[in-house]
């Protein structure tokens, strides 16, 4: 297996690595470098991955480099490895807001490189993960980079102009469902059940949930419809949301979300 290296072991580093081992890949495959000594100490001894002294060795021992830094932080990165890249390596950035031609232009000369945004929920191995690959790369790289990231969850290909909907909608998504999932195990509690027992069937209620849409291939409204009969509790409970617009309010929050991440685009 070609070598893969990650560069920053923050929460979304950490989570690449556990799924990685996880899945299979050799321990002296995964190489990694981290600014933080008391983070790279924290992972090393959790994981027993090995740390590389510096990002320019790293760069020479692998063929993936896994860019999981702060976007702010990547400037004087490949500033640092432009001197070090060829058409052998291939990056995989994760770095939100950092474009395929800012790194291009930071690198100052053509790469192979694609864009990827994964959420967190990658540390489970069901993460959302939206690529985006450069001109540069061909087919068959591209499908080995899907191989590698195919235990952290599922991969949807888009272009680059869709990468901020892709951060807004997969990034963002799962504290939108957290506040709605709040909610619900909440208004257990108001009506009298236990906390823990409300927890147990809110989180029940989204996994059987997910797994009938999977397993029956049906569409959301149309499971819907199944559980709501006229003139029923579900109905009415329906009725009340949609006055406060439900669905438009999370179709405009993943909207603002879009925007923001825009905003941030270096």
């Known amino acids: 297996m070609d070598k893969i290296g990650i560069i920053g072991l923050g929460n979304m580093g950490e ?159 799962p504290a939108f469902f957290l506040l709605f999932l709040e909610a619900m195990i909440d208004a257990g509690v108001k009506m009298g059940i236990a906390r823990d027992k409300s927890k147990t069937i809110c989180t029940q209620v989204v996994k059987g949930t997910l797994k009938m849409l999977e397993e029956e291939g049906i569409h959301p409204t149309l499971m819907k419809e199944m559980i709501t009969s006229p003139a029923g509790t579900t109905i009415s409970g329906l009725a009340i949301l949609e006055e406060s617009a439900f669905k438009g309010n999370i179709m405009k929050a993943v909207e603002i979300s879009t925007k923001r991440a825009k905003e941030l685009s270096l």
């Open 15 to 173: 989570a690449i690595v556990k799924t990685l081992l996880k899945s299979g890949a050799k321990k002296e495959s995964v190489l990694c470098f981290e600014i933080k000594p008391e983070r790279a100490m924290f992972i090393e001894d959790r994981y027993k991955v090995k740390f590389i002294g510096s990002v320019e060795e790293l760069i020479k021992k692998v063929k993936y480099i896994i860019l999981s830094i702060k976007p702010q932080d990547s400037k004087k990165l490949l500033n640092d490895i432009a001197p070090l890249i060829d058409d052998k390596k291939i990056i995989i950035s994760i770095m939100a807001g950092i474009t395929l031609s800012n790194l291009l232009s930071a690198i100052g000369k053509p790469i192979k490189a694609i864009r990827m945004m994964p959420n967190i929920c990658v540390k489970v191995g069901e993460g959302a993960i939206g690529i985006a690959p450069g001109p540069d790369i061909k087919k068959d790289e591209l499908e080995a980079v899907k191989t590698i990231i195919l235990p952290m969850g599922k991969t949807v290909e888009v272009g680059e102009e869709l990468m901020d909907a892709i951060t807004a909608l997969g990034g963002s998504g």
